[in-house]
């Protein structure tokens, strides 16, 4: 158990580090929540065709994350082993490849997201409540772009912060731009102080403030503080990268974008799949997946925490207090989400009340979400298990671990349950979660292996 089970000091540097991100990421999906709860009060259409146009975003999301992952890798090692310059390079070869990532997504939502949407709308459905929801996903997505390239520069800054060490400024800029949002859906949404009732476009219009709010604070604060940022200081005289740390970013992080991009479209594809089944569908697994979202900030905070310990650890060449470390988190963030499973079962029949729907709606949502409930700790496990894996730069791996299982187990199951069988919704989602025992056991033994435990920042070229 000692292998497991940490000290005070352990769990007081896990949570100094995780609770931050955990403020922020939780107060950001609660406000999102929020605004999805208050666009449900417009209609089911106009949910089902937000939602649609969310999870289309969500690919571009994770397609940020991955390719500033590889770089992050190198990023937290940098800076455990004390060296500026290579914490400097990786900072601008994020600036570079983020500003790529925005121009790519914008140019395919501009030139194919209304056809995006369209593939999520079936003929099953009655033909008015299709044109009705499409038309709310094309509006909400037209507003939504304006706000792509704040939300990367926030990322780019962001993640580096979270490198160093200073993670309440990410968290105070988190906060700032949520009661941002939440004030102005209330006020778009539903035409509250004298303004116009603009619906979801009411709620594209507050999102996208609320990201100009972040990334401004997040910079002013950065460039203001250079004695605590040096990464910061002479980061623009140039954006020249050592070709060799390049390289080795390129290498590392290739797989590691292409898995959040193949993940998240498999996450797109397994909605699309259960939306076969009809528009109620697509809206109980919004409403699902909202109360999902907030639960999972645990796991997602305490994972984000194993990649900068671990990452630091490896850098600074501690290989087994690395491990130590990552065991003994992993076992944390499986302990909390049980009891956060359990909390999200007692409110599976309540939260879908909340929304302006049908009974049948409502009813599929409840069993979606004592699904994901029982769900949780394994979960937990899967999530921390990739970070660890990922700090030690095994990216490949963790690409086949991720990206590869859902396309070649979750996705084919997906769709061969659902043509193939009558099975309901509720029996081919629970499968398809189900599924995912297996990753446990596959990760359990990588872990076991240590193969993952690697200082890459110890070559002196790849910070010149």
């Known amino acids: 158990m000692s292998k497991l089970i940490g000290t005070k000091a352990f769990y007081k540097s896990v949570l100094t580090v995780a609770v931050p991100i955990l403020i922020?990421?939780?107060?950001?999906?609660?406000?999102?929540?929020l605004d999805n709860i208050m666009i449900g009060q417009v209609g089911t259409e106009q949910m089902s065709g937000v939602a649609i146009v969310n999870q289309v975003l969500f690919v571009y999301n994770l397609a940020l994350f991955g390719i500033l992952s590889g770089a992050s890798i190198y990023g937290a090692q940098f800076y455990g082993k004390g060296d500026w310059e290579g914490l400097r390079?990786?900072?601008?070869?994020?600036?570079?490849?983020?500003?790529a990532v925005f121009g790519c997504g914008l140019a395919v939502f501009l030139l194919g997201g209304p056809q995006m949407i369209e593939l999520f709308l079936h003929?099953?459905?009655?033909?008015?409540?299709?044109?009705?929801?499409?038309?709310?996903?094309?509006?909400?997505?037209?507003?939504?772009?304006?706000g792509l390239l704040p939300y990367a520069v926030s990322q780019i800054y962001a993640s580096t912060l979270r490198e160093t060490g200073e993670t309440m400024v990410p968290m105070y800029a988190g906060v700032a731009a949520v009661i941002v949002n939440l004030l102005f859906n209330y006020i778009l949404i539903f035409g509250k102080l004298g303004a116009p009732a603009l619906g979801v476009q009411g709620a594209a219009i507050a999102t996208v403030l609320s990201r100009y709010v972040e990334c401004a604070i997040i910079l002013i604060w950065t460039h203001r503080h250079p004695e605590r940022n040096r990464f910061i200081v002479g980061?623009?005289?140039?954006?020249?990268?050592?070709?060799?740390?390049?390289?080795?970013?390129?290498?590392k992080g290739t797989p590691l974008a292409v898995n959040e991009v193949l993940w998240s479209l498999g996450m797109t594809v397994l909605v699309q799949c259960y939306s076969l089944r009809g528009l109620?569908?697509?809206?109980?697994?919004?409403?699902?997946?909202?109360?999902?979202?907030?639960?999972?900030?645990?796991?997602?905070?305490?994972?984000?925490?194993?990649?900068?310990l671990v990452g630091q650890l490896l850098g600074a060449n501690r290989l087994e207090e690395a491990r130590d470390t990552a065991y003994k988190t992993i076992c944390f963030s499986v302990l909390c989400c049980v009891v956060t499973g359990l909390a999200m079962a007692g409110l599976s029949s309540l939260f879908p009340r909340i929304y302006n729907t049908t009974a049948e709606v409502r009813a599929l949502a409840a069993q979606l979400i004592l699904v994901m409930a029982v769900c949780?700790?394994?979960?937990?496990?899967?999530?921390?298990?990739?970070?660890?894996?990922?700090?030690?730069?095994?990216?490949?791996?963790?690409?086949?671990?991720?990206?590869?299982?859902?396309?070649?187990?979750?996705?084919?199951l997906a769709y061969l349950l659902t043509?193939?069988?009558?099975?309901?919704?509720?029996?081919?989602?629970?499968?398809v979660n189900a599924a995912d025992l297996i990753k446990c056991v596959i990760g359990f033994f990588l872990l076991r292996s240590g193969f993952w435990m690697n200082n890459m920042a110890g070559d002196p070229k790849l910070a010149r």
């Open 24 to 33: 922020q990421n939780g107060i950001t999906t609660f406000v999102s929540l």
């Open 89 to 99: 390079s990786t900072f601008r070869f994020k600036v570079t490849a983020g500003l």
């Open 123 to 146: 003929e099953s459905d009655a033909g008015a409540d299709l044109e009705i929801a499409l038309h709310a996903g094309t509006g909400y997505l037209d507003l939504m772009l304006v």
């Open 235 to 251: 980061a623009y005289r140039t954006l020249r990268v050592p070709r060799a740390l390049v390289g080795q970013i390129v290498r």
């Open 280 to 308: 109620d569908v697509v809206a109980a697994v919004n409403i699902t997946n909202t109360i999902n979202n907030l639960f999972t900030t645990v796991f997602m905070a305490i994972g984000t925490a194993v990649s900068i």
């Open 376 to 412: 949780m700790p394994h979960n937990a496990f899967l999530h921390a298990t990739y970070f660890t894996i990922r700090s030690g730069g095994k990216t490949v791996v963790t690409f086949l671990f991720d990206s590869g299982f859902t396309w070649a187990v979750s996705i084919p």
């Open 419 to 431: 043509w193939g069988t009558g099975l309901s919704t509720l029996w081919i989602f629970a499968a």
